[in-house]
């Protein structure tokens, strides 16, 4: 239990730290930077089971 109250104390350390650094605002503006970033990536191809059958039947019909 010494170590539970150990990691809690850290948490809230580096909470504290945290806010010290960054306000709330500027740290909502980072997420929304990150956020706009990851939307102008490349789109992340995903294997839906249409696609996996649809793939499936070209390289069976090959």
């Known amino acids: ?3 539970l109250n150990s990691l809690n104390s850290l948490a809230r ?3 504290i730290k945290r806010d010290r650094i960054l306000g709330p605002e500027a ?3 980072l997420i929304q930077q990150a956020i706009a970033c990851t939307d102008s990536l490349r789109p ?3 294997a ?4 996996c059958k649809m793939n499936e039947a070209k390289h ?3």
């Open 1 to 3: 239990m010494n170590s």
């Open 48 to 51: 839906t089971p249409a696609a």
């Open 44 to 46: 992340i191809s995903r």
């Open 13 to 15: 350390s580096e909470s």
């Open 60 to 62: 069976l019909n090959h």
């Open 27 to 29: 740290r909502w503006k």
